[in-house]
């Protein structure tokens, strides 16, 4: 079965599980295309396309489409974050799991089954006992609003996520739902004393007469002072030459690395606007490209140059003729 947009009143195709996969990104460009979009919308809580591309993809790797890993995927402290439900739903999705079922479930203890295909079943429970040992900066985990107002609701996620990740660590590799990694610590450096004995006592091979040969100290990495403009710049069209073109007026003293940022963002954000737009006049009509305008004259990175050109983009959409009937007849009208 095709599927294909069709004029209202026109015979409407039924959605299978074939169709809700037509629009999902085939490759980098039309994700990248999608997180343009989906970042000028605002939907999401999505800060910026590089997020919403890395949500795309890590959805991906997790057997997902696009829009469920928006709306389920979130990065917190520089890593993905799932929600419990959906860490059980990607075991059962899998092929791996017989059932994933709740025993018990109360506002004092959680209980989860789950059996792997081929594997016995595991039983996992999660307790308020439990939960009270849990320290975050030296305060009980329930001590929190969030644990005191919806105990049954927290103690189940803490069961599911656990026993998923133990049952199927090569679904959910370093993944957490978002409670569980803000209570994670950052890692401490190794001291510099550590490591060089580590290294001293690896490398001492020969008798134990001998004196291990000294460690020598690692080399500072160079910090590229152009690594944010250059990742910026990456985001729109001609971006490579604005790079090189600020890089060059920067080290000749003529702009500010400060004042190339901001305009690469600008561009960028103009970029992402006109992008949107264009999306908008395709398939949502006046009101879509209003909408459109509306999130650029909120947005803080353009500047009256930049909102006047996304302005003229939009305008120029909005008066556009209406394309000619295909062979097969009109596929879509835009609404004037």
């Not at 610590?185 to 291990?212: C, L, N, W």
Request: proline share 8%; with cysteine.
């Amino acid at each position: 079965m095709t599927n294909a947009i069709v004029p209202a009143g026109a015979h409407q195709v039924a959605i299978t599980p074939d169709s809700r996969r037509a629009l999902e990104p085939r490759s980098f460009e039309e994700a990248f295309k999608l997180a343009r979009v989906t970042a000028a919308s605002g939907m999401f809580g999505v800060k910026s396309p590089e997020e919403a591309c890395v949500r795309i993809m890590t959805g991906v790797s997790l057997g997902l489409t696009a829009m469920q890993s928006l709306r389920g995927i979130h990065v917190v402290k520089g890593r993905p974050v799932l929600s419990a439900d959906l860490m059980a739903a990607i075991a059962l999705a899998s092929g791996q799991c017989e059932y994933f079922d709740c025993e018990h479930t109360s506002a004092d203890k959680a209980v989860y089954v789950t059996k792997r295909v081929g594997r016995p079943e595991r039983r996992l429970e999660w307790t308020m006992a439990m939960a009270r040992e849990v320290r975050v900066d030296g305060v009980p985990l329930t001590n929190k609003d969030v644990w005191k107002s919806y105990p049954g609701p927290m103690l189940r996620a803490r069961c599911i996520a656990a026993l998923a990740r133990m049952v199927y660590p090569d679904l959910l590799l370093g993944v957490y739902t978002p409670e569980e990694l803000a209570e994670q610590p950052p890692a401490a450096p190794m001291p510099d004393e550590v490591a060089v004995e580590v290294v001293a006592f690896a490398q001492s091979e020969g008798p134990a007469t001998s004196r291990p040969p000294a460690a020598r100290p690692s080399p500072t990495p160079e910090v590229d002072p152009f690594a944010e403009l250059r990742a910026v710049c990456k985001t729109f069209p001609g971006g490579e030459t604005t790079f090189k073109r600020s890089v060059k007026a920067v080290k000749a003293g003529q702009l500010e690395l400060s004042d190339a940022l901001l305009q690469a963002r600008e561009n960028a954000a103009m970029a992402s606007h006109q992008a949107a737009a264009e999306e908008a006049a395709e398939i949502g009509g006046p009101e879509a490209l209003h909408a459109v305008l509306a999130r650029a004259k909120a947005d803080k990175r353009l500047s009256v140059y930049g909102l006047s050109e996304v302005e003229k983009r939009v305008m120029a959409l909005a008066e556009a003729p209406e394309p000619a009937p295909t062979a097969e007849g009109t596929l879509w009208r835009r609404h004037r």
